[in-house]
């Protein structure tokens, strides 16, 4: 037993093995392991083998409770170190290294960080005084001012890793969390495969670096929205590094490099409304998609929404019950909205809104979503490949130019004919309908006024009564 005395977290069965057992005290920690305690066995009952395995489990252990803090173990041990230095008076809060210091030559230094030393000492418990250095201890303020004495100790250099992590960390209560998690590794992974390196110093990441990283989003056809929307992720990460960080002589290579341009009529062919025979021909294959999907379809044509905001509504955004019945498109854990676009309120009129009454009386008691097949991917590649089949069968789709998206034009087409332009924007979300200093003034949205100017869209393209169409009537 005398192993468990000197090795903290060991316990020994009375048949021999060996295990390592640690309460997990760290609140980032327990969530990411979903645990209060660990106990991981050392895989030996061996005694000689027993201390190197409970070496390399504590180091497993530091390593995943810095992991967790958002920091490797060496940032974790520099924290330590400096902020030790700094309180008394060896350091400057922006030092780059801490010793080592020379007996002969530094004399007064050198007694400075013997004091040092017996202070921080004397505040450790007696435990962490009686562990032995070659049991590998935690890092202590003493134990780090003994090395940074004799061997020096120097700043390490932050990982991408690091700054991805303190990046996320402070974004956590974003409703738009995880699809901000999913954009940035999607970017990372770029800049990595670009760079040759598996998560670099930030310091590496050079303006040859954000070109070549920029030419291979063009080399793999992204269309120039995309490559900004990379560009300004791996941007805003670096940024956030530079603040956090403090790294003086480093700057985001990523700030004011030139992006790729085009006069509006490059690249591939713009996106065509669906005309009502198309929408005709599109709704006869539709027995042979689920309930989700079509009602998913007849939610976009009667909104204009995207297949991304319909799968992502909720019922706690739907109100069938106000005066003028309505759903809000807003930011939740299911979607974001694009950049130029709000939150809003969108009526509900026609069949659109029977079809939405249909869906609540049909829910399950304390449902969250309005279209649960869909609202848990991460995104709208499979509903949009499900919406896609009816167009196929149909022959009305083509690639990139008629698409379900194509019903978010039809709507436009439809508002340009029958609205003013201020309700045509309160409708597709396109801003917040006045522009300019007007944006932030009023609460009001006309949400009544909206719902007589869809209505009338409607009307005008023979929609208002789907899917019973002029050309179905006998």
């Known amino acids: 037993m005398r192993l468990s005395m000197d090795l903290p977290h060991l316990k020994l069965a009375k048949t021999g093995n060996a295990k390592y057992r640690r309460r997990v005290t760290s609140v980032q920690m327990r969530a990411m392991l979903g645990k209060s305690a660990v106990e991981w066995s050392l895989k030996t009952r061996d005694p000689l083998k027993i201390v190197e395995a409970w070496k390399k489990t504590n180091a497993k252990f530091e390593a995943l409770e810095a992991q967790a803090e958002g920091k490797t173990v060496p940032q974790s041990e520099w924290e330590i170190t400096l902020a030790a230095a700094i309180e008394h008076g060896l350091a400057n809060a922006d030092a780059t290294q801490i010793g080592p210091v020379d007996a002969e030559k530094e004399q007064g230094k050198f007694q400075a960080f013997t004091q040092a030393i017996l202070a921080e000492a004397e505040k450790l418990s007696p435990q962490q005084r009686d562990a032995r250095f070659a049991n590998n201890p935690p890092a202590n303020p003493a134990m780090q001012l003994v090395k940074a004495k004799f061997k020096g100790l120097e700043r390490p250099p932050v990982s991408l890793s690091e700054a991805i992590k303190q990046y996320l960390r402070d974004?956590?209560?974003?409703?738009?969390?995880?699809?901000?998690?999913?954009?940035?590794?999607?970017?990372?992974?770029?800049?990595?495969?670009?760079?040759?390196?598996?998560?670099?110093?930030?310091?590496?990441?050079?303006?040859?670096?954000?070109?070549?990283?920029?030419d291979a989003l063009v080399a793999k056809g992204n269309s120039i929205g995309t490559i900004r929307r990379r560009v300004n992720t791996i941007k805003a990460v670096l940024n956030a590094a530079e603040k956090r960080f403090d790294l003086p002589s480093w700057r985001n290579p990523f700030n004011g490099i030139e992006l790729p341009e085009d006069d509006g009529t490059a690249g591939e062919e713009k996106r065509r409304s669906l005309t009502l025979e198309d929408i005709g021909k599109t709704l006869a294959h539709h027995g042979n998609v689920n309930d989700d999907v079509r009602d998913i379809w007849h939610l976009m044509m009667f909104t204009g929404l995207g297949p991304d905001e319909a799968r992502g509504l909720q019922w706690a955004e739907v109100f069938l019950d106000d005066p003028t019945p309505h759903f809000e498109v807003r930011a939740n854990a299911r979607r974001r909205l694009k950049k130029g676009q709000r939150r809003r309120r969108v009526p509900l009129v026609g069949t659109a809104l029977t079809m939405m009454r249909k869906r609540l009386s049909q829910s399950i008691a304390n449902e969250l979503d309005v279209f649960p097949r869909y609202a848990t991917q991460r995104n709208a590649n499979t509903l949009s490949a499900v919406l896609v089949k009816p167009m196929k069968a149909a022959g009305v789709w083509q690639k990139t130019v008629k698409v379900p998206y194509s019903l978010r034009h039809t709507m436009k087409d439809l508002l340009r004919r029958s609205a003013p332009q201020h309700m045509q924007l309160l409708l597709m979300g396109h801003g917040f309908g006045e522009g300019r200093a007007a944006n932030g003034y009023g609460e009001d949205d006309l949400l009544d006024m909206q719902a007589g100017y869809l209505t009338k869209a409607l009307e005008l393209g023979n929609l208002i009564n789907y899917p019973d169409l002029p050309s179905q009537k006998g």
Do not use: C, H, W
């Not at 974004?171 to 999913?182: A, I, Q």
């Not at 800049?191 to 050079?206: F, H, Q, R, V, Y």
């Open 171 to 214: 974004r956590e209560g974003r409703s738009t969390y995880p699809d901000l998690v999913k954009q940035v590794n999607m970017t990372v992974a770029t800049l990595e495969n670009t760079m040759g390196k598996s998560d670099p110093p930030i310091a590496a990441i050079n303006r040859e670096a954000a070109y070549a990283f920029r």
